[in-house]
């Protein structure tokens, strides 16, 4: 079994930065692709950041040019840098691992809450 375990977050005020991180453990696994999702009070879940084997990234419109998403791949960890962060960001963030073990199948975190606000 794999395990998905979030930091970071918490509150921060506009225009501010937090890093996100998502550790994975567990035993013989890979790891495809890592993504971030997030979800506001009374709002679907929606994709973050993407980055998949090869490290490339994908992006909500919302997002670009403010969040970085990155991974190691030594520490089966993913990080989501958050700059320039708006009140409209204010979510729980989840992480995403598409993960072989030994079968191919999504992993997500418990959740994480970022929380923008003067």
């Known amino acids: 079994q794999v395990q998905l375990v979030e930091s970071g977050g918490g509150l921060v005020h506009p225009g501010g930065s937090v890093r996100l991180s998502c550790a994975a453990s567990?035993?013989?696994?890979?790891?495809?692709?890592w993504a971030w999702y997030r979800q506001a009070p009374g709002k679907q879940r929606e994709l973050v950041a993407g980055?998949?084997?090869?490290?490339?990234?994908n992006y909500a419109d919302s997002v670009k040019g403010r969040f970085t998403i990155s991974r190691d791949g030594a520490k089966n960890t993913v990080y989501l840098q958050m700059n320039s962060l708006k009140p409209e960001d204010t979510a729980v963030y989840y992480c995403?691992?598409?993960?072989?073990?030994?079968?191919?199948?999504?992993?997500w975190g418990q959740g994480i809450q970022v929380t923008v606000s003067s």
């Open positions: 995403n691992g598409r993960i072989i073990n030994p079968f191919m199948r999504d992993y």
């Open positions: 567990g035993s013989s696994f890979s790891i495809i692709a």
């Open positions: 980055i998949a084997t090869g490290s490339s990234t």
